[in-house]
């Protein structure tokens, strides 16, 4: 019989309380052959503080062997900034390959957006999620000092561009749009840049198909707020998809909602998902987060591991939730966790 080994990170501030919410809507759409072991691992702002650990290796070792990690949440203004985004985080991001982050966004009904009442907005931004600026490459010279000099390298290697933009034209290629759309800046970081430009253009060619554009990523800010139907899947690098993904967040409905996934298309190591948002520290423990982005990235999981009929279940009982939202019944984070788990109910 079929059976799901979910490794649980609720993490910090809302993240317990989202990551409950998940849960009980993937027990509540997993059909009864399907066995569900969760395990919870305690790690985050709260561990640190009590131990001074962010992730053990007998931890990073044990998160292994499971089929895939559930996240909540990762940050408390108690923690000196980095500590736990590098140390957590961004170490599981590394050390299980997650080399691609995908990260959807679609206009969902009845939603609060600046772009209410557009055409269809649907598009699926696939960032880099191992290299980049973020490998910690860089350093500090004459630290403190008037003359102090900082740099933060961008590591891209052809290895690892080549494998994330072979992945979003595959990804293109099985849309109805067929539309690939590489986003950097290469009028000025020209060695990186043109490297990209070169592996999308190289690979593009297997991909008679997909339709190509490449956009600087300033001008991608603009065609996201004005036009953003223009999109369909973008590829992209680490640090520029970190931000494109908060905008598009806060274009299709708000950070509420958005969902994203931190895979290993391989299954050498298990994939991440986590709602793109943080720990909003300011309204943890009130029952006022919106546990949807934690729940549709529970439908991304469920894609990720061959459960497409619950992923999509999951993702249309939150269209229906949403479309019957109205500000004047305002609803805790459990009741709208409970509402979506009686949706999906097999
Ligand atoms: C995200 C977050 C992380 C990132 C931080 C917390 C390290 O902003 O998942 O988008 O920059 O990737
Ligand atoms: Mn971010």
Same mark, same amino acid.
Do not use: A, D
């Given at each position: 019989s079929r059976s799901i080994n979910l490794a649980v990170i609720p993490g910090d501030g809302i993240g317990q309380e989202v990551v409950a919410q998940g849960l009980k809507v993937l027990d509540s759409v997993l059909p009864q052959d399907v066995k569900l072991e969760t395990k919870e691992y305690d790690l985050g702002a709260q561990r640190w503080h009590r131990t001074g650990e962010t992730l053990p290796d007998a931890e990073l070792d044990a998160l292994k062997s499971h089929d895939a990690i559930l996240l909540g949440a990762i940050g408390d203004p108690?923690?000196?900034?980095g500590v736990l985004e590098r140390g957590l985080l961004l170490k599981l991001r590394f050390a299980f390959d997650h080399y691609i982050n995908l990260r959807p966004s679609k206009l969902f009904p009845n939603t609060a957006t600046p772009l209410a009442g557009r055409p269809d907005i649907d598009f699926v931004v696939v960032r880099e999620g191992t290299? @980049?600026?973020?490998?910690?490459?860089g350093g500090s010279l004459r630290t403190g000092t008037p003359a102090e000099v900082a740099t933060e390298v961008s590591v891209n290697t052809a290895y690892g561009v080549e494998r994330v933009v072979r992945d979003a034209f595959e990804r293109a290629k099985a849309r109805p749009r067929k539309k690939l759309t590489l986003v950097h800046k290469n009028n000025v970081l020209v060695y990186a840049g043109h490297m990209w430009k070169k592996i999308f253009d190289t690979v593009g060619r297997e991909y008679p198909e997909v339709t190509t554009d490449y956009l600087h990523v300033d001008a991608a800010t603009i065609f996201f707020v004005t036009q953003p139907e223009r999109f369909d899947v973008i590829v992209t690098d680490n640090l520029f998809g970190d931000i494109l993904t908060d905008l598009a967040a806060a274009v299709t409905?708000?950070? @509420?909602?958005a969902a994203s996934g931190n895979v290993n298309?391989?299954?050498e190591f298990p994939s991440m998902f986590e709602p793109v948002h943080g720990s909003a520290p300011d309204i943890a423990g009130q029952g006022k987060a919106d546990p949807t982005a934690t729940v549709l990235s529970v439908a991304l999981l469920l894609r990720h591991l061959g459960y497409e009929a619950e992923a999509a279940r999951v993702e249309t009982a939150v269209a229906a939730d949403l479309a019957e939202r109205t500000a004047d019944r305002p609803r805790t984070t459990d009741q709208i966790g409970d509402a979506l788990a009686v949706r999906v109910a097999s």
């Open positions: 108690s923690v000196p900034s290299e @980049g600026p973020y490998t910690g490459n409905g708000g950070i @509420g909602l298309p391989t299954g």
